[in-house]
């Protein structure tokens, strides 16, 4: 599915969406509502509140004060955003927990710590990223306009050279690693699999609500007013906020802000690490065995088959593929199948020498049908035979197994070729291969399948235990137990495509295979986003965390070089005072005021700008590249 097909349900979506809310608003006959918590627009649907009864206020210790709770949901074109205050109380009794406090101080001042070092780490990031991209540009510069003299035909070549660099590519094993790209922007169709789209969706949503619980505990331990916390849905991407005060936040010194500003990242790194250790220690597995899933290393389960493949009369959701053209799944079942399927974007990949064997074919089975079969053109890929069941066999090793036909081009003739049964040949589970003619004995001769505008691919599965063997499949065919072969003639990345494959087996046939794939990509796209959050997020630019961290950081700093500065004074002044029976103290009074504003706030401003220019033009960069890679044809 492109990203035009996604397109449809997007707006129907949203459609959806606004018409329920609008008519749920004329049903309940408020057509002037109030705003809801937060700083958002004046118009905001179904706000509510209820009585909270006594909790504590924000920046005080008492718990007598009567607060109501309050919602509101607002509404706008391609926008949804939930606020309430009904969390506040929640993260007030957390963060002000006095047998938390000692935890929370430890765990945020880690915080702190990680904070800076993920600054420093991101803005390197960001400057690796840009040589890269300008790496990238000034090689395909030099390859469109190389330097120094030369013929037009060789400037034609290395024109077309370049041109074929930018062709669009649609094999999805293909890494932006090899273009030079550090960050990739994600963009459903091109760099996401639509398929992958809910994974992603929750899993963005997930590292969003970690990183604002940090804001908001953090805030909440500081003694800081917390105004409203909720989530939205921008567009596609859904996220979260918590709404702080900015006034509370900037009575707090230095480190007690840097503590509120790097908690967020603090925690998608911590998130990000949970992560880890729970698929790096194998309890992952071990909950789907608990649950009734196994693991396969000797085969591929079927999760789903596209409706209009003709795979899907063949292949049953629970059927186990054990080989493909004759190569076991053993070892790294999804590699191989993807080596198999892919061949172009695995030029590594190994090939056995019975994938490009022949098959003993009787003799019986030679010169009895038509030799239509065997005439090929671009409209009739899979030849002429009205009987579709015949394959088109040519000898083995022959070197004259093709004739152009015509002065029109592409009607190829096989002039030694056979119309033979393909059943009869490729749907055994055990066929007679050979590489020569004389493996095959006096009865029988070594032909191979001849398809020059398709391939055919073969697969061995097994039908799942539970599978009814008396319903059959759609077409009435018979269905038996055991192993089973359907060879597929087309493009092998079709299959690819059509047949959704996971390594995960289930025991029982209520179980969804496709769950456990489903929750290993969510904690994989979970780990991806909690990582840049907690490195992309805190470096100095504007809008993100990083820019309020900068500025705090270099108030700390002011803050401890002035401290350091009185310190130096008041033991000097204490000295001059021994001698001079205190004469000294009064003209070392002014020294021990400390500085509320960093002296370097021009450097913070240059830091900021330089940073953000920095950042816009990684992405700027990356996307034009992202352009070059896929679009260009």
Not at 284 to 307: C, H, K, P, T, Y
Not at 370 to 384: E, K, M, Q, R, V
Not at 476 to 496: E, L, R
Not at 510 to 539: C, D, E, K, R
Request: hydrophobic share 45%; glycine share 8%; proline share 6%.
């Amino acid at each position: 599915m492109g990203l035009t097909q996604l397109l449809v349900p997007f707006l129907v979506f949203w459609f959806g969406i606004h018409a329920f809310l609008f008519l749920l608003q004329r049903f309940l006959n408020r057509p002037n509502l109030p705003t809801g918590p937060g700083n958002g627009p004046d118009y905001e649907l179904l706000p509510t509140t209820t009585s909270s009864g006594s909790r504590s206020v924000p920046g005080s210790s008492s718990g007598n004060s009567k607060q109501s709770a309050t919602s509101g949901l607002l509404v706008k074109p391609f926008q949804i955003r939930f606020s309430t205050t009904r969390l506040n109380a929640l993260f007030f009794r957390l963060g002000s927990s006095p047998k938390l406090a000692r935890f929370w101080r430890l765990w945020y001042g880690f915080g702190v710590a990680f904070g800076l070092m993920a600054m420093v780490l991101g803005w390197a990031l960001l400057m690796y990223a840009a040589i890269r991209l300008v790496s990238v540009a000034v090689a395909y510069l030099m390859t469109l306009w190389p330097l120094g003299g030369g013929n037009t035909s060789q400037e034609s070549v290395a024109h077309d050279q370049s041109r074929s660099r930018f062709k669009k590519r649609d094999l999805p094993n293909e890494s932006a690693e090899d273009e030079g790209m550090v960050l990739v922007p994600i963009i459903p169709g091109v760099t996401l699999p639509i398929s992958h789209l809910p994974y992603y969706l929750i899993a963005l949503l997930v590292s969003g609500v970690v990183h604002e619980a940090g804001h908001a505990i953090a805030a909440a331990r500081e003694r800081t007013q917390i105004s409203s916390s909720g989530i939205l849905l921008y567009i596609l991407y859904p996220g979260a906020f918590v709404d702080i005060s900015p006034r509370a936040l900037a009575m707090l010194s230095p480190l007690q802000q840097l503590r509120v500003i790097c908690a967020g990242v603090w925690h998608n790194i911590v998130l990000f690490g949970f992560a880890w250790a729970f698929l790096w220690t194998g309890a992952l597995q071990l909950s789907f065995r608990i649950a009734g899933w196994r693991e396969m290393d000797d085969g591929l389960s079927v999760v789903n088959v596209v409706n209009e493949s003709p795979l899907f009369k063949h292949l049953r959701v629970g059927s186990v593929i054990s080989k493909v053209d004759d190569m076991s799944l053993k070892g790294e079942p999804l590699k191989i199948w993807s080596n198999v399927l892919l061949p172009a974007a695995n030029d590594n990949h190994e090939v056995s020498s019975k994938e490009m064997a022949g098959f003993c074919i009787p003799k019986t089975l030679l010169y009895v049908k038509p030799s239509d079969c065997c005439l090929f053109t671009p409209d009739n890929p899979f030849g002429h035979s009205q009987d579709l069941s015949l394959l088109c066999f040519t000898p083995i090793g022959s070197t004259n197994t093709q004739q152009p036909q015509g002065t029109s081009g592409g009607r190829i003739f096989a002039k030694e070729g056979e119309c033979v049964p393909s059943s009869d040949i490729l749907a055994t589970s055990t066929p007679t291969r050979c590489s020569i003619a004389s493996e095959c004995g006096v009865e029988s001769v070594c032909y191979q399948p001849f398809t020059p505008y398709s391939s055919v691919v073969r697969i061995q599965y097994s039908l799942p235990s539970w599978f009814d063997m008396a319903d059959g499949n759609q077409t009435g065919d018979k269905m038996t137990s055991g192993q089973q072969v359907v060879a597929y003639q087309g493009d092998p990345k079709d299959i690819w495509e059509a047949v959704e494959v996971t390594t995960m087996g289930s025991r029982w046939s209520f179980l969804p295979l496709g769950l456990p794939n489903a929750i290993l990509l969510t904690i994989q796209y979970t780990m991806s986003f909690s990582l840049a959050l907690s490195v992309l997020n805190i470096v100095p630019a504007r809008h993100l965390d990083g820019h309020h961290a900068l500025k705090a950081f270099f108030a700390l700093v002011q803050s401890l070089r002035q401290s350091y500065k009185s310190t130096q004074s008041l033991q000097e002044s204490l000295v001059e005072c021994l001698w001079d029976n205190g004469l000294a103290i009064a003209s070392t009074s002014t020294s021990v005021s400390t500085s509320t504003f960093p002296k370097g706030l021009r450097a913070v401003k240059g830091i900021v700008i330089g940073t953000t220019v920095l950042l816009s033009g990684v992405i700027v960069g990356s996307l034009v590249q992202m352009v070059f890679k896929f679009l260009w044809v």
